[in-house]
């Protein structure tokens, strides 16, 4: 099992490397994205299996991933709705909404994670 820290790193998306900041402690991941207008490339929040976008400025795209870093939904998501907790998730991506399409992210795929400290995920 990986231990994650907040910070930075890469996310591999079928061939297409995504800005990454990484939300692992409980402050981080719940001050998620409130307060801010937009977001370069992604955030990953962990351990999560819901999200909820009250507060939010903006539209966002939310990955739900299970443990090996596959893909078990995508959804997009206005500002001030609660997304329902998905079973076997245990991490969550958020990005601008219509960001995962461009990069290929869908269901059933894998995704990489390198963060700042050298740690490789596939």
């Known amino acids: 099992m990986t231990r994650w820290d907040d910070g930075y790193g890469i996310l591999q998306v079928a061939g297409v490397a995504v800005p990454l900041e990484v939300a692992a402690s409980y ?16 955030l990953l ?9 009250f507060r939010m400025r903006f539209a966002i795209d939310v990955a739900y991933l299970d443990r090996s870093l596959r893909v078990r939904a995508v959804v997009t ?35 990489g994670v390198r963060t700042q400290d050298g740690l490789d995920t596939a």
């Open 77 to 111: 998501m206005a500002p001030g709705r609660l997304g329902l907790p998905r079973p076997l998730s245990r991490h969550v991506l958020e990005a601008e909404a219509g960001a995962m399409a461009g990069w290929g992210l869908r269901p059933g795929i894998h995704v």
């Open 27 to 42: 402050r981080a991941r719940t001050r998620g994205l409130l307060g801010r207008d937009g977001i370069e490339g992604a």
């Open 45 to 53: 929040l962990t351990p999560a299996a819901s999200v909820h976008t």
